[in-house]
C-alpha cells in the first residue's frame, strides 16, 4: 500500500483538489467518484447527490472544509491542503468502502491531521475513485484554528501503512529509511506520456545526471557531458557569485507558460545536490600517478573483486562508499556494452541505484581504483575485444552484489535488500549472454588432450573439493586454453592455477570453472615473473576473504 502527500496551496487550493477529485480525471481514470469517509461523516458527497448539481455540492464541499481556514483571514498558513493518495498493489483483494474509511482514518490520525477523539482536528474526507485507490484531502487549520502537529508525517504514514498491510494481509511493502530517490508523481507521469516519453522527466534526469557525475573528473567535464547529453544547466549562485546548488532541466519539457521545467539536483535524489556532486568529484579526480597503465578492464576487475572484503572486513562508510562506486560502474556500463545485453545492464543500473544510499556516509575515497578504472573504459570505448572484459567484471560484481545484498540485510536496509536481490537477476542475464560466446571461442582452440590432462593435475593439487566439477563442466576447454595462453606467454601454468585460486574462495561460486578462467585469464596477461620471483611466489598464498552465510551462496550465479 502506497500513501503520498503533496501540499496545496493558493485562495483556491480546496476548491481545485475537491474538483479534481470529483472529475473526470486527466485521462477518464475516474470510476464513480465518491465519499467513504469524513471528519463528521456527514460532509456533503457530490458523487452521491443524483439530484443535485455536482457543482453545487463540490462548492459546498469545499467550503465547509475551508471554513477554519478562511477564519484566519490573513493569518492562514501558506499551505492549506493536504492531499495524500493511497493506492493498493495489483495483486490486493479489493476492499469495501468500510474497509476503505477504516484505512482513512488511521492515515489522518498517524499524520496528525485527524488524532483519533480529537473533536477540534483539522477537516478531511477520503474519497473513493476505483477499487483500488482513495484520495485523502484535508484542510491544514484545525477547528480551534491551530496547525496540526504533523512532524515527520510522511514518515509516521509509511509506517502505519505497513501495519495496514499486515492487518488486511496486503503485498507488504519494504518499509525505507529515507534515502530512496523521490518518485514521479501521476502528473508528471501523464505529462511524460503526452510528450511520447518512455520516461518521466524526472526520471530521465536523475540517469542523466547519475552518469555525468560517474564519467566526470572534474566540475567542467560534468556540466560538459550534461549538456552533451542535452539537459539544460541552471546555476544557483550566492552573493559572492559562487555556485551553490544547480538545477537540471530537459529541452521540450515546458510549463503553461513555456518556460523549462527545472528539478533541483537534490529533488531528484539525495546524493545529486551540488556540494555532494562536487565532493565526489574531488575525491576521484585523478592525481599525476593515480592511475597506473594497463588493462582498464582488469583494473576495474580487480577493484570489483576487492569489494566483498571490504563489506566484510572494512568500517561502514567504506562499505557505503565501494556500494556507491559499484552503483556509478552500473550506470557507465550500459554505454560501452554491445547492444545484445545493454537493456539488462540498464535494468540493473537503475535497481541498483536504489542499493547504493542509506543513512551511513560513503567514504568515496576509498573506492578511487574503481571509479577511475569505469572511467577509463568509458573513455575507450575502442577497447571491448571480444567481450572477456566485460564478462570478467560482471563475474565478479555478481559476487560483489549478492554481498551487498547481505550487508543491507544485515543493517535492516530493505529496500536496498530488495533492490540488490533484483540487481542480481538483471546481471545474471546480461553475464550469460556476454560470457556464452567468449568461452566458446576459448574452447575451440582448447591445447591437446595430452596438455589438458596435465593441467587436470594441476586443478586437483590446487582445488581438490572443486576439481570434479570443474573437470566436467563445459568451460573447462575454455580454462585450459586460457592456462595454455599464460604458459605460452612465459607464465608456470600451476603457480598461475595456484594464484588464481588463492586470490578468493571459490565456494560462493556457482560456476568455478568460468571464475577459474577470468582469472587465470588476468593473471596470465600480466608480464610474466622471473624464476626467483616464481620461487617466492610458491612461498606465499594469500588468505582467502571471509564468505558471508551460506544462504548468500545460493543467489550467487555465474
Known sequence: MIPKIILGKGPHATRRTIGYLFGKGRANEHVDPHLVASWNDFAPDPGRSPHRDPKVVQAQLAAQLDQPVTMLGDKAPKYT??????????EDPILTDAQWADIARRIVAAAGIAPEGDAEACRWVAVRHADDHIHIAATLVRQDGRRPQRDYDQRAVQREARQIEVDYRLRRLKPG????????????????????QEAATRDVLRLRVRRAVAAATDEAEFFALLEATGVTVRLKRGPSGDALGCNF???????????????????????????????????????????????????????????????THGDDPTSQGQLAALGA???????????????????AA???????????AADDASACALRRSVQAIWKDPARHGDGAGLAMLLDVALTAVAYAMHWHRTRRHTQQQAAAEQTLIHLQAAYVQIAGPVLAGLASRAPSPQTKRRYAQHVQQAVPEHAEGILTDPAW????????????????????LDRAVSQRTLDDAHRPARALTWRVRRLGERHAPGPRAQAANTRHVPEHPAVPPAQEHQTRRR
Open 350 to 360: 537503475v535497481a541498483f541505484e536504489r542499493a547504493t544510499r542509506s543513512r551511513i
Open 177 to 196: 529509511d529515507g534515502t530512496a530517490a523521490k518518485r514521479p508523481t501521476s502528473k508528471e507521469h501523464f505529462k511524460a506520456k503526452r510528450l511520447g
Open 477 to 496: 576447454d575454455a580454462l585450459a586454453t586460457v592456462l595454455a595462453e599464460a604458459e605460452a606467454a612465459g607464465h608456470n601454468a600451476a603457480m598461475v
Open 249 to 311: 532541466a530537459l529541452p521540450g519539457d515546458i510549463n503553461d507558460k513555456g518556460e523549462p521545467v527545472f528539478y533541483a539536483g537534490s529533488t531528484l535524489a539525495g546524493d545529486l545536490s551540488l556540494p555532494k556532486i562536487r565532493q565526489r568529484l574531488t575525491t576521484t579526480t585523478p592525481e599525476p600517478k593515480a592511475v597506473r597503465p594497463g588493462n582498464p578492464w582488469h583494473q576495474a576487475t580487480a577493484a570489483t573483486e576487492r569489494i566483498p572484503h571490504h563489506l
Open 329 to 347: 560502474a552500473f550506470d557507465l556500463l550500459p554505454l560501452t556494452a554491445p547492444a545484445t545485453v545493454r537493456a539488462e545492464l540498464e535494468r
Open 81 to 90: 491542503v493536504w492531499h495524500c493518495p493511497v493506492r493498493a498493489a495489483p
